[in-house]
């Protein structure tokens, strides 16, 4: 599918050919790193710690003076993704706590001037993404727990808080956007986070997300805000839901639209490091997720929290590493692909390349899969892990293919279709 300028004019805003063009690669790349991390990390709590454990924002600002990430190495994180065969990496630049993760003039609140550490991990991270070709993105929180401009938990009245001082606010964020795109080469996304904790205000999005296409009009603009794409948007992201689905009770009024689609998760239960937090997700589980995603049309965006002292849990780097090599066998059925119009069913999903259509068996059933309602006619079909054909047979109403005789995989067996 080639989109044109029209096919996403939304209200007024028209994408410009670079935007149009960025949203194809997003859409091939289709694996994402996700990675919350801040001073949050050094209580291993989780990155609501602040909010969750009532703590003063002038105590919880103290944690700064601890942060000092020696063993960051930026190279290790994207070989870390890359190893994955992930093609992305979506980092916290500011999270609800209002601490930068990297230098910025306009707060002293920020890793470089606070911590004894001093030093800026998102350029790092920045120059290492392009030397490899890892492309990357920042999250950036609206909400803030702490700035008196902000003035959380205020009253709200004509789409302004009562107390604080909403402009300096939204001028403040708007600085800020404008170092992170114009000071970090590479940068391809802003992931906007914190919408939901103040549905009445007018957060200025007109404005803000002008500004960021003003600066670079490739750059993919999301918005975790739940609710169906709003004019200037570029993609739709989803929180711990497939598209379509609300297991979470976030996803109810994101109606999916036309944008491209992604959805996040977190390898526990856990978005910012959590050092009790032992619910690990097995390799089988995200690879499952990830395919679920891609046969549904939309990226995945696997999350990490990486440790106080920068590095990565054994535990989480273990399980990426047979993700990994899942991957390297059947990364072909992932990357470049789009979701069939054939609907998820009960033994998996369908992915789509040119003429060649795979078919992922999750959940096998038996002694054969049918296909409903596939329309093109079916030339070939064989085994992706070893290209031994398969017996199928072909009726108007859709396709059965036998797979008895074969070794089933555990964890996705995948049938490679060429069609007319
Ligand atoms: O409150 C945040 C949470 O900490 C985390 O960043 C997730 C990631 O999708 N988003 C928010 C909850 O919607």
């Given amino acids: 599918v080639f989109y044109t300028a029209t096919t996403f004019a939304q209200g007024s805003y028209a994408p410009a050919q670079e935007n ?8 091939d790349m289709k694996f994402g790193l996700f990675i919350h991390w801040g001073i949050y990390s050094i209580l291993g709590d989780g990155e609501w710690v602040m909010h969750n454990k009532h703590i003063p924002y002038d105590s919880y600002k103290r944690l700064a003076g601890f942060f000092t990430p020696q063993q960051f190495n930026a190279k290790e994180w994207v070989q870390f993704a890359k190893s994955a065969g992930m093609k992305y990496i979506t980092i916290t630049s500011r999270h609800h706590d209002g ?4 230098g910025t003039k306009f707060s002293p609140y920020n890793i470089v001037d606070a911590t004894p550490y001093h030093k800026d991990p ?9 030397k490899e070709g890892i492309e990357l993105h920042f999250y950036y929180s609206l909400l803030d727990w702490g700035r008196p401009d902000y003035a959380f938990g205020s009253e709200i009245r004509n789409g302004k808080p009562v107390k604080g001082d909403w402009d300096s606010y939204i001028q403040f964020m708007k600085n800020q956007l404008t170092e992170l795109i114009t000071k970090y080469r590479g940068v391809k996304g802003i992931w906007f986070d914190g919408d939901w904790e103040r549905r009445n205000v007018n957060w200025h999005y007109d404005e803000i997300y002008g500004l960021i296409h003003r600066l670079n009009p490739a750059i993919m603009i999301g918005n975790n805000h739940h609710l169906a794409p709003k004019d200037g948007e570029d993609f739709q992201m989803f929180e711990k839901d497939l598209p379509g689905e609300n297991h979470t009770g976030f996803s109810g009024d994101s109606k999916i639209g036309a944008l491209p689609l992604e959805t996040c998760e977190t390898i526990n239960g856990s978005w910012g490091f959590n050092i009790n937090d032992n619910t690990f997700k097995s390799s089988k589980q995200i690879i499952h997720y990830l395919v679920g995603a891609a ?3 939309a990226n995945f965006l696997l999350n990490i929290g990486p440790m106080p002292n920068g590095k990565i849990q054994p535990e989480f780097t273990d399980t990426l590493a047979i993700v ?7 990364s072909e059925s992932i990357y470049d692909t789009r979701g069939s119009y054939v609907p998820p069913q009960p033994w998996g999903v369908i992915t789509v390349k040119g003429k060649t259509q795979y078919v992922h068996i999750m959940q096998p059933q038996g002694n054969y899969i049918f296909i409903p309602g596939q329309k093109e006619k079916v030339s070939k079909a064989v085994l992706l892990s070893n290209s031994n054909t398969l017996k199928f047979k072909q009726l108007p109403e859709g396709v059965f293919i036998y797979t008895d005789g074969i070794a089933m995989d555990g964890v996705d067996t995948v049938i490679k279709l060429t069609v007319d």
Avoid at 324 to 330: A, E, I, L, T, V
Wanted: hydrophobic letters at 35%; one cysteine or more; proline letters at 0%.
């Fill in 295 to 297: 046969g549904r049309n």
């Fill in 324 to 330: 990994g090599k899942w991957m390297q066998k059947n």
């Fill in 122 to 130: 998102l350029m790092e991270l920045a120059r290492e993404c392009e």
């Fill in 99 to 102: 601490f930068s993760m990297f």
């Fill in 20 to 27: 149009l063009e960025q949203r194809q690669k997003f859409q």
